[in-house]
T-cell receptor, first 115, second 112 residues
């Protein structure tokens, strides 16, 4: 694929529901990142994978948030028992290597609204 | 902890005006610095980057120089166009660990 894709683009959930957000990184990219972007703010780091290994999950706000990348390609961010404060745009990014100097390529995001 | 502070917007300029968006950072070690841009209805795109002190990143007429002595990475363009209207984000990536720290974004509107 040409770029990072995310699905769904929009998700509305009732408070307490579980949601799953999908990210397809650029083919061959080793590293994958999830960010949360609140309205009017910059993206905030959630978690980072290198291949299938989750190397950093320090940004996940609570144990309701869980991410996986079982085969080192597609990743899923799962939010259990959604709360209104989870409403945000969730961005996925990938980079070719694991180097911090590497460019991260961002997907269009999934806008989650929790009612 | 590591952080990025960028000038608040919104910024409104006339076409062909000079643009500066200030960005300063706090980080341990020697981070890499980035400017990302988000055009209306689109995702974040890399605009330019610099990976060590005194490096200058440039793209599409935009420039930014990595100044370690002032911990700054200000974005400049000599003559803005209407098509430059977007939100601009300054970001850093520590060279230990691998996560971006973004500023809050600066909205730029260029009027004809």
């Amino acid at each position: 694929g040409a770029g990072v894709s995310q699905s769904p683009r929009y998700k509305v959930a009732k408070r307490g529901q579980d949601v799953a957000l999908r990210c397809d990184p650029i083919s061959g990219h080793v590293s994958l990142f999830w960010y949360q972007q609140a309205l009017g703010q910059g993206p905030e780091f959630l978690t980072y994978f290198q291949n299938e290994a989750q190397l950093d999950k320090s940004g996940l706000p609570s144990d309701r948030f869980f991410a996986e990348r079982p085969e080192g390609s597609v990743s899923t961010l799962k939010i259990q028992r959604t709360q209104q404060e989870d409403s945000a745009v969730y961005l996925c990014a990938s980079s070719l290597t694991g180097l911090a100097t590497d460019t991260q390529y961002f997907g269009p995001g999934t806008r989650l609204t929790v009612l | 902890g590591d952080s990025v502070t960028q000038m608040e917007g919104p910024v409104t300029l006339s076409e062909e005006a000079f643009l500066t968006i200030n960005c300063t950072y706090t980080a341990t070690g020697y981070p890499s610095l980035f400017w990302y841009v988000q055009y209306p209805g689109e995702g974040l795109q890399l605009l330019l980057k610099a990976t060590k002190a005194d490096d200058k990143g440039s793209n599409k007429g935009f420039e930014a120089t990595y100044r370690k002595e002032t911990t700054s990475f200000h974005l400049e363009k000599g003559s803005v166009q209407v098509s430059d209207s977007a939100v601009y984000f300054c970001a850093l990536n520590r060279n230990t660990g691998n996560q971006f720290y973004f500023g809050t974004g600066t909205s730029l509107t260029v009027i004809p």
